[in-house]
């Protein structure tokens, strides 16, 4: 059963209860949930460890008001589970968030929230996954942004390589085989106990739950088989630098300043028929960063600038050789009420799909795909931007274990890793 909170809200408590991460007010922008200093990482830390989260977001209308947040833990599907809050957390259910910091000398004046958990106010105890919700503090029934993030118990090292592609599939898609011993979670553990889901570039809809596992003769447990987990390959995702807004970046066309701020048009597209292998964010995006663009590669050290980063008007077009029924989208993790898959618009007299969104100073990297067409989901990009075997791809494999007189799903298990694809002949 859902909790009070989480019913009644426009999004909220969709797919039998799963929570998913979602703005719900249009006044907030630049919504971002991090592990503290690592700006493309998934927000994914260790339960026993120092790092932190941090969840930062700015609100763009006059008149900030006073917020509030509340902590919900899932289960490994993302619904609420049955724990109380003194199960999972010691502290007040409902905290308080600092006043925000005013904008500093910028065209589009807006207020800049930031959160970061564990802190003074909030401990949680156990793994898992979970869900922060922003709420309005006068009126804790409203929820302003709903998040989520997870903690792990890294209790096993894993293992993950990619693997051969059989069949027709073998130049376009890629295999992933992992594998652990699951001995480290304690004697006796069940493999039909333990769940195990692959995600690619922390994307919802590229995630799958891996099939039984096969016992090895040391004890390992190997995931994958000739058919599955199997993904589009992809190719390299598109992105724009709009971190100087007084020189076109990488992906920008040109930048132009009046009295209604800056606009940006970013290079015009046309779908990616070739396997492009240059550097790219893994669909990550850095609102509010100053670096060189080379510089938010992983492990680069960033130049935050919250308050004083701007926002501007950034124009999207796509063009095809002839339109095509159905609704494009434009996929790109804005952290506004609009969500990541923004619905474009056909322009007859320029023959193009076109988008407009007020975006932060900062880098992104984004993609196209037919919303309505064929294939769905995960595959759907493969039309317009191209899928290649060789394409290089981020992985995340998360482990959960909940034995049968346990009441909630541990997660004992993380891994993200880079895993570079190869060329099928």
Same mark, same amino acid.
């Given at each position: 059963?859902?909790?009070?909170?989480?019913?009644? $809200?426009?999004?909220?408590?969709?797919?039998?209860?799963?929570?998913?991460?979602?703005?719900?007010?249009?006044?907030?922008?630049?919504? $971002?949930?991090?592990?503290?200093?690592?700006?493309?990482?998934?927000?994914?830390?260790?339960?026993?460890?120092?790092?932190?989260?941090?969840?930062?977001?700015?609100?763009?209308?006059?008149?900030?008001?006073?917020?509030?947040?509340?902590?919900?833990?899932?289960?490994?599907?993302?619904?609420?589970?049955?724990?109380?809050?003194?199960?999972?957390?010691?502290?007040?259910?409902?905290?308080?968030?600092?006043?925000?910091?005013?904008?500093?000398?910028?065209?589009?004046?807006?207020?800049?929230?930031?959160?970061?958990?564990?802190?003074?106010?909030?401990?949680?105890?156990?793994?898992?996954?979970?869900?922060?919700?922003?709420?309005?503090?006068?009126?804790?029934?409203?929820?302003?942004?709903?998040?989520?993030?997870?903690?792990?118990?890294?209790?096993?090292?894993?293992?993950?390589?990619?693997?051969?592609?059989?069949?027709?599939?073998?130049?376009?898609?890629?295999?992933?085989?992992?594998?652990?011993?699951?001995?480290?979670?304690?004697?006796?553990?069940?493999?039909?106990?333990? $769940?195990?889901?692959?995600?690619?570039?922390?994307?919802?809809?590229?995630?799958?739950?891996?099939?039984?596992?096969?016992?090895?003769?040391?004890?390992?447990?190997?995931?994958?088989?000739?058919?599955?987990?199997?993904?589009?390959?992809?190719?390299?995702?598109?992105?724009?630098?709009?971190?100087?807004?007084?020189?076109?970046?990488?992906?920008?066309?040109?930048?132009?300043?009046?009295?209604?701020?800056?606009?940006?048009?970013?290079?015009?597209?046309?779908?990616?028929?070739?396997?492009?292998?240059?550097?790219?964010?893994?669909?990550?995006?850095?609102?509010?960063?100053?670096?060189?663009?080379?510089?938010?590669?992983?492990?680069?050290?960033?130049?935050?600038?919250?308050?004083?980063?701007?926002?501007?008007?950034?124009?999207?077009?796509?063009?095809?050789?002839?339109?095509?029924?159905?609704?494009?989208?434009?996929?790109?993790?804005?952290?506004?009420? $609009?969500?990541?898959?923004?619905?474009?618009?056909?322009?007859?007299?320029?023959?193009?799909?076109?988008?407009?969104?007020?975006?932060?100073?900062?880098?992104?990297?984004?993609?196209?795909?037919?919303?309505?067409?064929?294939?769905?989901?995960?595959?759907?990009?493969?039309?317009?931007?191209?899928?290649?075997?060789?394409?290089?791809?981020?992985?995340?494999?998360?482990?959960?274990?909940?034995?049968?007189?346990?009441?909630?799903?541990?997660?004992?298990?993380?891994?993200?890793?880079?895993?570079?694809?190869?060329?099928?002949?």
């Amino acid at each position: 059963m859902l909790p009070l909170w989480a019913v009644g $809200q426009s999004g909220v408590g969709r797919d039998e209860g799963v929570l998913r991460n979602e703005v719900l007010d249009s006044g907030v922008a630049s919504v $971002q949930l991090i592990p503290e200093g690592r700006v493309l990482a998934p927000p994914v830390v260790t339960l026993s460890g120092t790092e932190r989260l941090h969840l930062s977001f700015d609100y763009v209308r006059p008149n900030p008001p006073q917020l509030a947040y509340r902590i919900l833990h899932c289960d490994r599907s993302w619904r609420p589970d049955r724990l109380l809050p003194s199960d999972y957390m010691r502290g007040f259910e409902l905290n308080y968030i600092a006043s925000p910091n005013p904008s500093v000398a910028t065209t589009v004046p807006f207020s800049h929230y930031e959160l970061r958990l564990p802190n003074p106010d909030v401990e949680l105890l156990v793994s898992g996954n979970y869900v922060v919700q922003v709420v309005d503090a006068s009126a804790p029934g409203r929820i302003i942004i709903q998040w989520r993030f997870a903690l792990s118990e890294d209790l096993m090292p894993i293992a993950m390589a990619l693997a051969a592609v059989p069949g027709e599939r073998r130049a376009s898609h890629q295999r992933v085989e992992l594998s652990f011993n699951p001995q480290a979670i304690g004697d006796g553990v069940d493999p039909w106990n333990l $769940q195990v889901y692959l995600m690619q570039n922390w994307d919802v809809d590229c995630m799958q739950t891996l099939p039984a596992p096969k016992l090895q003769g040391d004890g390992r447990l190997l995931y994958g088989d000739q058919t599955q987990p199997i993904f589009p390959g992809g190719n390299r995702w598109r992105v724009f630098d709009i971190q100087d807004l007084n020189t076109p970046g990488v992906g920008v066309a040109r930048i132009t300043h009046d009295v209604d701020g800056y606009m940006v048009e970013v290079e015009p597209d046309r779908p990616l028929m070739r396997f492009d292998d240059r550097p790219n964010l893994h669909g990550y995006c850095a609102p509010g960063y100053a670096a060189r663009w080379a510089g938010l590669l992983p492990g680069a050290r960033f130049n935050s600038q919250a308050e004083s980063a701007d926002y501007a008007w950034v124009y999207f077009s796509f063009r095809l050789q002839a339109y095509v029924a159905g609704r494009m989208e434009l996929c790109l993790a804005s952290g506004a009420a $609009q969500g990541d898959r923004i619905p474009m618009r056909y322009n007859a007299a320029r023959e193009q799909y076109e988008v407009s969104l007020r975006l932060k100073q900062g880098v992104y990297s984004y993609r196209y795909v037919l919303a309505d067409g064929v294939p769905k989901g995960c595959e759907a990009i493969c039309p317009l931007e191209g899928c290649f075997s060789e394409t290089a791809n981020e992985y995340a494999a998360l482990v959960y274990y909940c034995a049968p007189a346990d009441r909630y799903d541990r997660l004992v298990g993380f891994l993200r890793k880079d895993l570079q694809g190869f060329k099928a002949y």
